[in-house]
């Protein structure tokens, strides 16, 4: 399938080769999802916002609501600022959400629509809020787009009111509701007051019943978005996603943040616990202490399958620097980081990593880069093991790789949206699959006399 | 036996290991005395120890100074030592489960071993030779010049696992689980070696152990190509860096910074 792929590289600038990211709409709609009773709305043609619902609903195999301002030839001429006003106005009137995320498009961006200006002239229902963030897709990516939207809630709703509600923000970068709940789940073992901005679990990963439901029950409410502005602190989860809408929420309210990697791995985890601990004063239950005992006793029990294993990590920043640091800690060299997302942050967080564990002179990392390259260096110079979203498969097919699915998107397999990446569970399953992934593959080219029931 | 019976000599040989493997190839050659045996056993031996000339130097130094304990059957404790020796790990204990007192002692405390009730459970065999088939490939000339001309090779006979180990090593014959424990608190070794059902109480104490009944799923380790694999191995496994993130930290930290921002700007 991608035999053809020469071993030969080119330098190149402005041509991107099966690309590692996606557009900005995507991230905002993502986000979006997370607020309770919150319609997310593109902003320009049908076939944009299409494109974002169908990719969601694909990896978590649930609905996802959006609308759009259904751009034709007359909107692209001459700007939709009368789309929006009727579509704002027919989606509270038949879909009735508490509020409508609105999200610009290529279309709308080169257009110049002043969507600050329009939304200031729309006639907003009584109790209802339409907020809304600038996603240019020819900028950044799908994870911009995320920071973004976080960034219009924060700008229309968050406010002071001078006294604290003493809750405690937390901001995760891109996460997969699985995630948010072992994440409430920390948090609630530890008694801590919490407003989780977004919140996704429950919305996308909502339970079979009898009945669909436009809004299903999960999201941050409104009150507690409005109510961030009164936070102790706000907790950033991911460095390279959550600056931007904690620095939202400091310039508006004042509020102080502290930015931790996103919490996958062991090390990640601890610093993360050891935050809320110096944060609230509350300590560690033991229930967690266990986990975190156990998935070292994991790590040790498989280290020979993956000591010294080199490895291919794709995907999103925040989510691959976690994954980094999980692998450099079970002793893995990750030999080639790459993101498409821009950012020239990226490989020196990543550069970080590799030295502390003394490895710079083995691992490279790479922004705004795509799979064509990936598969390139990996022809030049192999790895054991591929991690990443489902367009590694194709890579992984072509030179007989160990693939093990993670982060965003996974569009061919069912369930990964239930299981946690984060903490030391989340861990626990990587050690598991990474080690089963390379485990499988020895007993699938094995000779005879070396397969074996005990390995 | 075969030597009393049929007049056969006997070497101990011994795989595991380079220096090891190196002499076991020496011994034989020299014991035929056929001199393009001997120009191929060195043409082999400058070959291999080329090939894997870079690995033996990279992991003796990632290895060296540690310290290593064995608990396993059939001549490994033994031979292990010289494989680990090979990479300047030294062997602080060893044991073996089912040994005789020639096993550790060499096999001239033979005639002074006592009879024990297990001893007496095992029907005693004498052998005869046997004039019919007994030949004997070396003249009692040629016993002697190689004897002169090749003291090192120990020719039907066996000195034992304690002439290899340092002064100090312990020694502890059929350890049960009480004394494994309370050797490995005293001793504490780097590495432990011994079987599956013990593989884990050693790990949960927090030494490294591995199997050496199965290669812990690894392997070959004899000849040159397994020394480098069984030190890959090793060192793999002393350097996985969750051995230094057992503690839990938070336990460890000297005060908890209750409600202070530790980050942030002001
Ligand atoms: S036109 Fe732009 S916003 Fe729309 S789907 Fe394409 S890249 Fe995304």
């Given amino acids: ?455 | 036996m075969l030597k009393t019976r049929y007049g056969t000599d006997w070497l101990k040989v011994n795989f595991i290991g380079i220096e090891a493997t190196k002499k076991s190839l020496r011994d034989i050659a020299n014991y035929f005395g056929n001199q393009e045996l001997i120009d191929q056993v060195e043409a082999v031996i400058a070959e291999e120890e080329a090939r894997y000339a870079e690995d033996y130097a990279y992991y003796r130094s990632k290895l060296s100074g540690k310290t290593a304990g064995l608990y396993v059957g059939g001549s490994r404790s033994h031979h292990y030592q010289l494989l680990l020796k090979d990479f300047g790990v030294s062997t602080v204990l060893a044991g073996y489960e089912f040994a005789h007192r020639d096993d550790y002692e060499g096999r001239e405390v033979i005639p002074s071993i006592k009879l024990d009730a297990d001893g007496k459970n095992i029907e005693t065999i004498t052998v005869q030779p046997d004039p019919s088939q007994f030949r004997t490939y070396l003249t009692p000339e040629g016993a002697q010049r190689l004897k002169e001309a090749h003291p090192e090779i120990e020719l039907n006979d066996y000195k034992g696992m304690i002439v290899d180990m340092e002064a100090g090593a312990l020694i502890d014959d059929d350890m049960n689980q009480y004394e494994t424990e309370e050797l490995m608190r005293l001793v504490k070794p780097d590495i432990f070696f011994t079987g599956i059902k013990d593989k884990y109480v050693v790990q949960k104490g927090g030494t490294l152990c591995r199997q050496l009944h199965s290669y812990d799923y690894s392997g070959p380790y004899s000849c040159f190509q397994g020394a480098a694999n069984f030190a890959r191995d090793l060192a793999a496994s002393l350097y996985t860096p969750v051995w230094g993130m057992i503690r839990v930290p938070w336990k460890s930290r000297p005060a908890i910074l209750a409600h202070t921002v530790v980050g942030g700007e002001d």
């Fill in chain 1, 1 to 455: 399938m991608l035999d053809a792929t020469p071993k030969t590289q080119f330098k190149r600038e402005a041509l991107r080769i099966n690309s590692c990211k996606t557009c900005q709409p995507v991230g905002a709609l993502y986000a979006a999802l997370g607020v309770h009773r919150c319609m997310p709305y593109s902003h320009g043609s049908q076939g944009c916002v299409a494109y974002h619902r169908t990719v969601l609903t694909r990896h978590y195999k649930d609905p996802m609501m959006a609308v759009s301002s259904s751009f034709t030839e007359g909107a692209s001429v001459f700007g939709g600022k009368s789309n929006l006003t009727t579509g704002v106005k027919n989606v509270f009137d038949i879909y009735q959400p508490d509020i409508i995320a609105v999200h610009t498009t290529c279309l709308s961006e080169v257009i110049g629509d002043d969507l600050k200006a329009f939304i200031q002239d729309l006639d907003i229902p009584e109790g209802k809020y339409v907020v809304h963030s600038n996603t240019p897709s020819f900028k950044g990516s799908h994870i911009n787009g995320y920071a973004a939207m976080m960034g219009g809630f924060i700008n229309y709703l968050s406010q002071t009111t001078g006294q604290t509600n003493g809750k405690l923000a937390v901001f995760p970068a891109w996460s997969e509701p699985s995630d948010l709940r072992l994440l409430k789940s920390y948090l609630e073992q530890m008694g801590i007051a919490y407003t989780l901005f977004p919140d996704q679990s429950g919305v996308v990963d909502a339970p079979m019943t009898d009945h669909f439901e436009y809004f299903p029950k999960g999201g941050t409410t409104i009150e507690e978005i409005q109510g961030l502005g009164d936070c102790t602190h706000v907790l950033g989860l991911g460095e390279w996603t959550v600056p931007e809408p904690c620095a939202v929420l400091e310039k508006k309210c004042g509020t102080k943040s502290i930015l931790l990697p996103y919490p996958i791995g062991i090390q990640n985890t601890d610093r993360l616990l050891m935050t809320l601990t110096d944060l609230t004063g509350k300590p560690v239950p033991y229930a967690i202490e266990e986990e975190r005992g156990q998935l070292i006793d994991l790590i040790l029990d498989q280290h020979i399958w993956t000591s010294q294993k080199s490895c291919a990590i794709f995907g999103d920043p925040d989510f691959i620097l976690g994954v980094t640091s999980l692998v450099l800690e079970m002793g893995m060299l990750p030999k080639y980081v790459l993101t498409g997302t821009p950012g020239h942050a990226f490989p020196k967080m990543c550069q970080a990593l590799f030295e502390a564990y003394g490895v710079e002179d083995q691992c490279q990392a790479f922004e705004f880069d795509d799979l064509f390259d990936l598969h390139q260096f990996i022809k030049n110079d192999p790895v054991d093991v591929l991690i990443g979203t489902n367009y590694g498969k194709q890579i992984a097919r072509a030179e007989s790789i160990p693939f093990v699915r993670a982060g965003w998107p996974v569009l061919d397999r069912y369930g990964h949206y239930l299981w946690p990446n984060i903490g030391y569970r989340g861990a626990m399953r990587f050690v598991e699959r990474i080690s089963g992934a390379i485990m499988d593959h020895v007993d699938a080219v094995c000779p005879d006399e070396d397969f074996d029931v005990v390995m």
